[in-house]
T-cell receptor, first 113, second 111 residues
Framework: AAGVIQSPRHLIKEKRETATLKCYPIPRHDTVYWYQQGPGQDPQFLISFYEKMQSDKGSIPDRFSAQQFSDYHSELNMSSLELGDSALYFC????????????FGPGTRLTVL | GESVGLHLPTLSVQEGDNSIINCAYSNSASDYFIWYKQESGKGPQFIIDIRSNMDKRQGQRVTVLLNKTVKHLSLQIAATQPGDSAVYFCAERDTGNQFYFGTGTSLTVIP
């Protein structure tokens, strides 16, 4: 069965650089979520999209932005990277905003040096 | 934001025994409570959810109990297997469709 695809799987950046993470949801899933998970931490909700519109906003820094495109894939853009941005970034998708069952991708591990 | 946390960071059980993972929450207005399992190097995987107006829900080998009086949530895993070894997170979903994860509990199943 198709799963959520994230790219890249690993990314190394320098401080103050920018990064773009991509997420391809499961086909027919119209809702996408982004989470940040620091080492040994719980996933922190960043932002979500439904039908290409921002749905909810969590603890996403102002330096980050995200969007969902017409093909439902989503991109998380991160600028002025800081050491503290080093984390696993998960994308999840669901059939609709009302679904509790989110399907998570394998994550992108971002390391900021 | 809302606070969701687990009582114990680690739990070790013998294979075949039942496991109980506990979670405390603080937001009484949450619509749903959800349990996720995260294996090493993978994203969280949905296990089971329970609506806030219920006190028990059963799935395959798992049971979730919700005690709204003391704001406590538990996940019971029957006949724990080595494949159940993972970090378990409870999460709550607010009315605004945001999901808040609690601190995970690492479950180790001893063969």
């Amino acid at each position: 069965a198709a799963g959520v695809i994230q790219s890249p799987r690993h990314l190394i950046k320098e401080k103050r650089e920018t990064a773009t993470l991509k997420c391809y949801p499961i086909p027919r899933h119209d809702t996408v979520y982004w989470y940040q998970q620091g080492p040994g931490q719980d996933p922190q909700f960043l932002i979500s999209f439904y039908e290409k519109m921002q749905s909810d906003k969590g603890s996403i820094p102002d330096r980050f932005s995200a969007q969902q495109f017409s093909d439902y894939h989503s991109e998380l853009n991160m600028s002025s990277l800081e050491l503290g941005d080093s984390a696993l970034y998960f994308c999840a998708s669901s059939l609709s905003p009302g679904e509790n069952e989110q399907f998570f991708g394998p994550g992108t591990r971002l390391t900021v040096l | 934001g809302e606070s969701v946390g687990l009582h114990l960071p680690t739990l070790s059980v013998q294979e075949g025994d039942n496991s109980i993972i506990n979670c405390a929450y603080s937001n009484s207005a949450s619509d749903y409570f959800i349990w996720y399992k995260q294996e090493s190097g993978k994203g969280p995987q949905f296990i089971i959810d329970i609506r806030s107006n219920m006190d028990k829900r059963q799935g395959q080998r798992v049971t979730v109990l919700l005690n709204k009086t003391v704001k406590h949530l538990s996940l019971q895993i029957a006949a724990t297997q080595p494949g159940d070894s993972a970090v378990y997170f409870c999460a709550e979903r607010d009315t605004g469709n945001q999901f808040y994860f609690g601190t995970g509990t690492s479950l180790t199943v001893i063969p």
